[in-house]
Nanobody, 120 residues
Framework: LVQLVESGGGSVQAGGSLTLSCAASGYTYSRLCMGWFRQRPGKEREEVARIDRDGSPTYADSVKGRFTISRDNAKSTLNLQMSSLQPEDTAMYYC??????????????WGQGTRVTVSL
Protein backbone atom coordinates (compact mmCIF):
# COMPACT_ATOMS: atom_id res chain seq x y z
CA LEU A 1 0.00 0.00 0.00
CA VAL A 2 2.49 2.55 1.21
CA GLN A 3 6.15 2.72 0.32
CA LEU A 4 8.31 3.62 3.31
CA VAL A 5 12.02 4.39 3.28
CA GLU A 6 13.96 4.97 6.49
CA SER A 7 17.20 6.86 6.84
CA GLY A 8 19.37 8.36 9.53
CA GLY A 9 20.67 5.31 11.31
CA GLY A 10 24.27 4.99 12.32
CA SER A 11 26.68 4.51 15.17
CA VAL A 12 26.79 6.76 18.19
CA GLN A 13 28.30 6.71 21.65
CA ALA A 14 26.15 6.32 24.74
CA GLY A 15 24.53 9.59 25.69
CA GLY A 16 24.47 10.76 22.10
CA SER A 17 21.61 11.57 19.77
CA LEU A 18 20.32 10.51 16.38
CA THR A 19 17.33 11.45 14.28
CA LEU A 20 15.69 8.85 12.09
CA SER A 21 13.53 9.80 9.15
CA CYS A 22 10.96 7.92 7.13
CA ALA A 23 9.74 9.05 3.72
CA ALA A 24 6.31 7.80 2.68
CA SER A 25 4.80 7.60 -0.78
CA GLY A 26 1.93 5.94 -2.58
CA TYR A 27 -0.83 7.06 -0.23
CA THR A 28 -2.38 10.20 1.18
CA TYR A 29 0.03 10.61 4.05
CA SER A 30 -2.26 12.64 6.28
CA ARG A 31 -4.66 9.69 6.42
CA LEU A 32 -2.03 7.37 7.87
CA CYS A 33 -1.21 6.59 11.44
CA MET A 34 2.52 6.09 11.70
CA GLY A 35 4.82 4.26 14.01
CA TRP A 36 8.42 3.41 14.77
CA PHE A 37 9.42 -0.07 15.79
CA ARG A 38 12.71 -1.68 16.64
CA GLN A 39 14.15 -5.13 16.81
CA ARG A 40 17.04 -5.55 19.20
CA PRO A 41 19.49 -8.42 18.77
CA GLY A 42 17.87 -11.63 19.92
CA LYS A 43 14.59 -9.91 20.70
CA GLU A 44 11.20 -9.63 19.03
CA ARG A 45 10.20 -6.49 17.25
CA GLU A 46 8.64 -3.94 19.58
CA GLU A 47 6.76 -0.71 19.15
CA VAL A 48 8.77 2.35 20.12
CA ALA A 49 6.37 5.17 19.34
CA ARG A 50 3.35 5.95 17.27
CA ILE A 51 1.66 9.11 16.12
CA ASP A 52 -1.97 9.53 15.13
CA ARG A 53 -3.33 11.50 12.22
CA ASP A 54 -3.82 14.49 14.49
CA GLY A 55 -0.24 14.34 15.70
CA SER A 56 -0.91 12.76 19.08
CA PRO A 57 2.10 10.66 20.11
CA THR A 58 2.37 7.55 22.24
CA TYR A 59 5.65 6.14 23.53
CA ALA A 60 6.90 2.92 24.96
CA ASP A 61 7.95 3.31 28.58
CA SER A 62 11.53 2.45 27.69
CA VAL A 63 11.93 5.53 25.51
CA LYS A 64 9.58 8.01 27.14
CA GLY A 65 11.34 11.29 27.78
CA ARG A 66 14.23 10.42 25.48
CA PHE A 67 12.60 9.92 22.07
CA THR A 68 10.29 12.27 20.20
CA ILE A 69 8.15 11.21 17.26
CA SER A 70 6.90 13.81 14.82
CA ARG A 71 5.34 13.99 11.41
CA ASP A 72 5.33 16.49 8.57
CA ASN A 73 2.25 15.93 6.45
CA ALA A 74 3.36 18.46 3.86
CA LYS A 75 6.54 16.46 3.24
CA SER A 76 5.07 13.02 3.91
CA THR A 77 7.78 12.30 6.42
CA LEU A 78 8.04 10.82 9.87
CA ASN A 79 10.88 11.53 12.28
CA LEU A 80 12.15 9.98 15.45
CA GLN A 81 14.48 12.15 17.48
CA MET A 82 16.47 9.99 19.86
CA SER A 83 18.54 11.39 22.68
CA SER A 84 20.37 10.01 25.69
CA LEU A 85 20.93 6.86 23.70
CA GLN A 86 22.06 3.78 25.54
CA PRO A 87 23.55 0.49 24.34
CA GLU A 88 20.18 -1.16 24.89
CA ASP A 89 18.77 1.10 22.17
CA THR A 90 20.93 -0.75 19.64
CA ALA A 91 18.52 -2.22 17.13
CA MET A 92 17.16 -2.20 13.63
CA TYR A 93 14.53 0.53 13.53
CA TYR A 94 11.50 0.28 11.26
CA CYS A 95 8.93 2.74 10.11
CA UNK A 96 5.36 1.45 9.76
CA UNK A 97 2.04 2.74 8.53
CA UNK A 98 -1.55 1.95 9.49
CA UNK A 99 -3.97 2.87 6.72
CA UNK A 100 -7.08 1.56 8.44
CA UNK A 101 -9.91 3.77 9.60
CA UNK A 102 -9.52 3.12 13.30
CA UNK A 103 -5.76 3.55 13.68
CA UNK A 104 -5.43 0.79 16.26
CA UNK A 105 -2.10 -0.59 15.24
CA UNK A 106 -3.00 -2.59 12.16
CA UNK A 107 0.37 -1.97 10.60
CA UNK A 108 0.03 -2.85 6.95
CA UNK A 109 3.15 -1.27 5.47
CA TRP A 110 6.77 -1.48 6.62
CA GLY A 111 10.05 0.03 5.64
CA GLN A 112 13.25 -1.92 5.18
CA GLY A 113 14.78 -0.65 8.41
CA THR A 114 17.74 1.43 9.45
CA ARG A 115 20.33 0.25 11.93
CA VAL A 116 21.25 2.09 15.10
CA THR A 117 24.28 1.05 17.11
CA VAL A 118 25.06 2.63 20.47
CA SER A 119 28.42 1.92 22.06
CA LEU A 120 29.85 2.70 25.45
Amino acid sequence: LVQLVESGGGSVQAGGSLTLSCAASGYTYSRLCMGWFRQRPGKEREEVARIDRDGSPTYADSVKGRFTISRDNAKSTLNLQMSSLQPEDTAMYYCAADSTVFCRGSWDSWGQGTRVTVSL
